[in-house]
T-cell receptor
Framework: EDQVTQSPEALRLQEGESSSLNCSYT??????LFWYRQDPGKGPEFLFT???AGEEKEKERLKATLTKKESFLHITAPKPEDSATYLC???????????FGGGTRLMVKP | GAGVSQSPSNKVTEKGKDVELRCDPI?????LYWYRQSLGQGLEFLIY????????KSGLPSDRFSAERTGGSVSTLTIQRTQQEDSAVYLC????????????FGPGTRLTVL
């Protein structure tokens, strides 16, 4: 059974204080690892897809990396508008559905 | 362009009633997914449609849940004889066909069963 674990559950940062969110996964036949951002009362917003170990993708202050066992979402010099829940999900095996982790709730204080 | 739309945005119902939730995917997206997000369980897969293939129903929690997709576009998720534990946000997503494709989510329907 595919398993995805995110840590920490919650993270408080001061504006400008860089940090990383972790997503550990156990799957058979990874087809893609996805990062989403979710704001309260809204659906998840797609950020990145990573397909193989060693791959990295960047968007503004966010950078996602992937190893064979985990993925990191690095946030550089965060701003209050980066506050949201960040979700990690995997697609594996024969199915196309996503298996999600529990999310990391990020709060950035000005 | 237009994203995934869902209706209603909120639904309050009484225990035992049936409810229907609607999803309009992004035009051209042949894959459509339903997920459920609740406080205790996180985001869980329910059902997946791809083109004219038989749907993958492996995530449906009970036979009270069913879904259909008409004309390869709009989908309806039906919950019969609703229970309080069905209260959750129901999210629809769509994607292009094939593995590794990003799924784009709608805003969700918040279902409250009294």
């Amino acid at each position: 059974e595919d398993q995805v674990t995110q840590s920490p559950e919650a993270l408080r940062l001061q504006e400008g204080e860089s940090s990383s969110l972790n997503c550990s996964y156990t799957v058979s036949g990874l087809r893609g690892l996805f990062w989403y951002r979710q704001d309260p009362g809204k659906g998840p917003e797609f950020l990145f897809t990573l397909y193989s170990a060693g791959e990295e993708k960047e968007k503004e202050r966010l950078k996602a990396t992937l190893t064979k066992k985990e993925s990191f979402l690095h946030i550089t010099a965060p701003k209050p508008e980066d506050s949201a829940t960040y979700l990690c999900a995997v697609q594996a095996g024969a199915g196309n559905m996503l298996t999600f982790g529990g999310g990391t709730r990020l709060m950035v204080k000005p | 362009g237009a994203g995934v739309s869902q209706s209603p945005s909120n639904k309050v119902t009484e225990k035992g009633k049936d409810v229907e939730l609607r999803c309009d995917p992004i035009s051209g997206h042949t894959a459509l997914y339903w997920y459920r997000q609740s406080l205790g369980q996180g985001l869980e897969f329910l059902i997946y449609f791809q083109g004219n293939s038989a749907p993958d129903k492996s995530g449906l929690p009970s036979d009270r849940f069913s879904a259909e997709r008409t004309g390869g576009s709009v989908s309806t998720l039906t919950i019969q004889r609703t229970q309080q534990e069905d209260s959750a946000v129901y999210l629809c997503a769509s994607s292009l066909p094939g593995g590794g494709r990003e799924q784009f989510f709608g805003p969700g329907t918040r279902l409250t069963v009294l």
